[in-house]
Each structure stands twice: as structure tokens, then as C-alpha cells.
């Protein structure tokens, strides 16, 4: 049987444009009789059915990625299995990439964005699937938003990589924007104004009030003040604008808005994993499994 002489400037462009170990590029290469084109096919085949076997697993992980301009803004949420495959440099690399071709392409929705080209020849999708090849780790493209403005502007906030917001304001600037995103990221109220607040939670929250109020034994026109007092509190910690403002508490951001002259349109605030049920492990096993291929 002849073996196929594969040289190291070989190894080295195929290694450069699929970015695998040197190993496995020399192996795919000798299965290709070096014809690199063919190797590239076989291994894009093999990462497929890699990354096909670990989508099921929970990815809880990751990293938030925001990319904006003055009057557009891209937020993701690009998920893994552990905090290590977060913090490595291969993953925030093709993170950062994603968000940059999103924001160039203001594309709305991930089914367009998983099938943008990334470089290579490669889509959005097949890059995720090669990763997840590389790293081990199932790697998922879970959601974004685009927020784009022709009358106001975008401003952003991103939060150690976990917590990111993007708001939409007319009027102010974009450092009150970002104060603004600042206090979202911290405080995460549900709506911008408490008449957004739904009736179904409004008369939710009334019940359990009036339950408490009454169980206190009070005259039923008191446990009804008691009621209003306490769903107008309510509505003020849910909603943005009656929130006590983070960086100075003695105004609300209603009237920190109003200093400015200034109004918040809508707001997006992604926090990593949230509505996730992350699922526990036992770390040796996880390691045991690392190491026997599943």
C-alpha cells in the first residue's frame, strides 16, 4: 500500500484554515491522499456528527456580546457547558465575530444570523459546529435582539460579560444612555412603565396582597388602602421609570429622565443562563466522560 508524503506546508495551511490540531490535520490529509480541499470536507463531516452528539447537553455558560453604533445594536447570548470553555480564547474569539457580522448585517432574527458568512467559507452555523468539534462542548447561538433608531440613539452596557442591556432613548446622551443600561443591568425591572405592567400580574400580585392585608384582622376599608398602598410599591419596583435611581437613590429614573429631557423607548436586558435549568454533575464522572470520548 503507497503512503501519501504529506509535507509540513500542508499541514500547516490546513491547520491555518480549519484551525485543528496538527495531529488531526496530518491524519485527515494521509486519509486524503493529500488532496486538502477533500480533507477540509471529511473533517467539516466529522465535526458535524461530533457537535450532533453533544447538542442535547445543557449550556448554561457563556458570554453576553454587545455591538452598537450611535443608532443601531446588536445584543447575543452565546452559551456552553462550563465557565472554563467561557473564559477560552477560541470561544470568545468566534463570539466577538458573530456579534460584529450581526451588527454589520443588522440582521433580526438567529435564523439569519446562523446563516451569514463568517470567513473561511464557512456560515455562522458551521463555525458553531466546528467549534464544538474543537472544544468538546456543546456551544449554542441562543438569542439576540437588534435595536435600530432613526430619531434617538442606542446606548449599551455589558456587565463582566454576563449581564448585558441595550437601550433606546430620545433625548439625552449617550452618558445617560449608559447610565441608564447601568441601572437596568442592575436592578432588571420588568417594563419601562408601570401601566406596561400586565393585568394578569397586577391582579395576581392584588391577590396575595389582599390575602396578607386580611389576615392582619383590620376593617376591610384599611386592608383595601393597605391593598392600593401596596400594588402602587409593587409597580414602582417593576417598572423602570418609578425605580429609584442606582447611582443616586434620592431621584427615580423617571426623574433623572425628565432632567434630561429625555424618554427610554424600550429596553433588552440579557443576563447568561437565565430560564436555564442547569443540571448537576458529578466532576469526576464529567472528566471520566471528557476522557473516554462521550
Given at each position: 500500500?503507497?503512503?501519501?508524503?504529506?509535507?509540513?506546508?500542508?499541514?500547516?495551511?490546513?491547520?491555518?484554515?480549519?484551525?485543528?490540531?496538527?495531529?488531526e490535520?496530518?491524519?485527515?490529509?494521509?486519509?486524503?491522499?493529500?488532496?486538502?480541499?477533500?480533507?477540509?470536507?471529511?473533517?467539516?463531516?466529522?465535526?458535524?456528527?461530533?457537535?450532533?452528539?453533544?447538542?442535547?447537553?445543557?449550556?448554561?455558560?457563556?458570554?453576553?456580546?454587545?455591538?452598537?453604533?450611535?443608532?443601531?445594536?446588536?445584543?447575543?447570548?452565546?452559551?456552553?457547558?462550563?465557565?472554563?470553555?467561557?473564559?477560552?480564547?477560541?470561544?470568545?474569539?468566534?463570539?466577538?465575530?458573530?456579534?460584529?457580522?450581526?451588527?454589520?448585517?443588522?440582521?433580526?432574527?438567529?435564523?439569519?444570523?446562523?446563516?451569514?458568512?463568517?470567513?473561511?467559507?464557512?456560515?455562522?452555523?458551521?463555525?458553531?459546529?466546528?467549534?464544538?468539534?474543537?472544544?468538546?462542548?456543546?456551544?449554542?447561538?441562543?438569542?439576540?435582539?437588534?435595536?435600530?433608531t432613526?430619531?434617538?440613539?442606542?446606548?449599551?452596557?455589558?456587565?463582566?460579560?454576563?449581564?448585558?442591556?441595550?437601550?433606546?432613548?430620545?433625548?439625552?446622551?449617550?452618558?445617560?444612555g449608559?447610565?441608564?443600561?447601568?441601572?437596568?443591568?442592575?436592578?432588571?425591572?420588568?417594563?419601562?412603565?408601570?401601566e406596561e405592567?400586565?393585568?394578569e400580574l397586577?391582579?395576581?400580585?392584588?391577590?396575595?396582597?389582599?390575602?396578607?392585608?386580611?389576615?392582619s384582622?383590620?376593617?376591610?376599608?384599611?386592608v383595601?388602602?393597605?391593598?392600593?398602598?401596596?400594588?402602587?410599591k409593587?409597580l414602582?419596583?417593576?417598572?423602570?421609570?418609578?425605580?429609584?435611581?442606582?447611582?443616586d437613590?434620592?431621584?427615580?429614573v423617571?426623574?433623572?429622565?425628565?432632567?434630561?429631557?429625555?424618554?427610554?423607548?424600550?429596553?433588552?436586558?440579557?443576563?447568561?443562563?437565565?430560564?436555564?435549568?442547569?443540571?448537576?454533575?458529578?466532576?469526576?464522572?464529567?472528566?471520566?466522560?471528557q476522557?473516554?470520548?462521550?
Amino acid at each position: 500500500m503507497t503512503t501519501t508524503t504529506i509535507t509540513a506546508a500542508q499541514v500547516q495551511e490546513l491547520r491555518e484554515r480549519t484551525g485543528a490540531g496538527m495531529m488531526e490535520c496530518k491524519r485527515a490529509l494521509q486519509n486524503a491522499g493529500g488532496d486538502i480541499e477533500a480533507a477540509i470536507e471529511a473533517m467539516r463531516k466529522a465535526g458535524q456528527a461530533k457537535a450532533d452528539k453533544k447538542e442535547g447537553r445543557v449550556a448554561a455558560e457563556g458570554v453576553i456580546k454587545v455591538k452598537s453604533d450611535d443608532h443601531n445594536a446588536v445584543i447575543i447570548e452565546i452559551n456552553c457547558e462550563t465557565d472554563f470553555v467561557a473564559r477560552d480564547a477560541n470561544f470568545s474569539e468566534l463570539a466577538e465575530q458573530i456579534a460584529d457580522k450581526a451588527l454589520a448585517n443588522k440582521v433580526t432574527d438567529l435564523t439569519a444570523l446562523l446563516a451569514l458568512p463568517l470567513g473561511n467559507g464557512a456560515t455562522v452555523e458551521e463555525a458553531r459546529r466546528a467549534l464544538v468539534a474543537k472544544i468538546g462542548e456543546n456551544i449554542q447561538i441562543r438569542r439576540m435582539a437588534l435595536i435600530t433608531t432613526t430619531s434617538g440613539l442606542v446606548a449599551s452596557y455589558v456587565h463582566g460579560g454576563r449581564i448585558g442591556v441595550l437601550v433606546e432613548l430620545t433625548g439625552g446622551d449617550q452618558s445617560l444612555g449608559k447610565d441608564i443600561a447601568m441601572h437596568i443591568a442592575a436592578n432588571s425591572p420588568q417594563v419601562v412603565n408601570r401601566e406596561e405592567v400586565s393585568k394578569e400580574l397586577v391582579e395576581k400580585e392584588k391577590e396575595i396582597f389582599s390575602a396578607q392585608a386580611q389576615a392582619s384582622g383590620k376593617p376591610a376599608a384599611i386592608v383595601e388602602k393597605m391593598v392600593e398602598g401596596r400594588i402602587s410599591k409593587f409597580l414602582d419596583e417593576v417598572s423602570l421609570a418609578g425605580q429609584p435611581f442606582v447611582k443616586d437613590p434620592s431621584i427615580t429614573v423617571a426623574q433623572l429622565l425628565q432632567q434630561h429631557k429625555a424618554k427610554v423607548v424600550k429596553f433588552i436586558r440579557f443576563a447568561v443562563g437565565e430560564g436555564i435549568e442547569k443540571q448537576s454533575e458529578d466532576f469526576v464522572e464529567a472528566v471520566m466522560a471528557q476522557v473516554r470520548g462521550n
